[in-house]
């Protein structure tokens, strides 16, 4: 509630923060200046060239300050790092315990991008079917955010909920999201790993993530709340899965070290018990 109190309470972390936040500033600040001085372009719009052109009408229509802009920014690259670091770790956990899926992958994947060689672009993605039905179904089986919380009042709600009544204030529902998504009534054999499920003819082939149509699963919350970053957590893990594919073979380790997919339910995230251990082997590409 009163931020300011931490740096008379804490004052080594506050000049960390400090420090860190000039660094910020000074990676930051550049772009943004060189961002500004370009010619505007209907081929080109970045999420700094909206935040330029904006303006606060409460302060008399001034455009948004440096300092402000270097936290949006901040904010907007470090959102959702965690999460969708622990969902990179359960697809990656999945691959390793399904070595099938992992070679079917790496055939897409080499079949799209030049017969293997070259970089994967971010075009190539929307080319690869079986990558996105591999993501789909590790948020599916493993969703990292364990449940989402509204707030819901008046008479609709009440009837959605199957009470008569709810409090005057209204009341806060919790949405199990993994329950939701291994629902066995909605998903043949709900918790096995099964990519196919998301390929055409699956049973989750048009599934709707932000949930306006249906909701089978809701790894990104519904609705008008649903998360606005979720087409870039899902670019992120295609593009991290397919280069780690691409270039290692995963193996599962031995004894102690093998797969555990066991879920540990902490706060705010839903991560692995155990983490991740594999045995990687790099691929030799071998050009024509």
């Not at 370009?38 to 409460?58: A, F, N, T, W």
């Not at 998903?187 to 709707?208: I, K, Y």
Request: proline share 6%.
């Amino acid at each position: 509630m009163y931020p300011w109190i931490g740096k008379f309470l804490y004052p080594s972390r506050w000049g960390k923060l400090l420090a860190f936040r000039r660094q910020q500033e000074h990676y930051f600040l550049p772009l943004v200046a060189e961002i500004k001085s370009r010619k505007p372009s209907q081929d080109y719009y970045s999420y700094v060239g909206s935040l330029l052109e904006l303006c606060i009408h409460e302060l008399g229509d001034v455009q948004v300050p440096e300092g402000q802009l270097v936290s949006l920014i901040s904010e907007f690259l470090g959102n959702a790092s965690d999460s969708t670091g622990a969902a990179l770790e359960w697809t990656m956990a999945n691959l390793v315990k399904h070595p099938e899926v992992q070679t079917k992958l790496r055939a897409e994947i080499n079949s799209v991008v030049c017969g293997g060689e070259g970089f994967i672009e971010e075009t190539d993605l929307s080319r690869m079917p079986y990558l996105r039905a591999i993501v789909l179904e590790s948020i599916r089986r493993h969703p990292t955010i364990p449940f989402v919380m509204r707030h819901v009042k008046g008479d609709e709600a009440a009837k959605a909920l199957g009470v008569s009544r709810l409090p005057r204030g209204g009341t806060t529902v919790n949405f199990l999201v993994g329950k939701i998504s291994r629902n066995p009534d909605v998903w043949s054999n709900a918790m096995s790993f099964s990519p196919e499920r998301f390929m055409p003819g699956g049973e989750g082939e048009c599934v709707d993530l932000t949930g306006t149509r249906e909701i089978k699963m809701m790894p990104f919350g519904a609705g008008r709340r649903v998360c606005p970053g979720m087409t870039l957590a899902m670019f992120h893990l295609g593009y991290f899965v397919a280069n780690l594919v691409r270039e290692f073979d995963w193996l599962e380790a031995d004894g102690d070290e093998a797969v555990d997919l066991t879920e540990y339910h902490g706060f705010p995230f839903t991560t692995m018990k155990r983490g991740l251990q594999a045995r990687l082997v790099p691929l030799v590409r071998l050009k024509k």
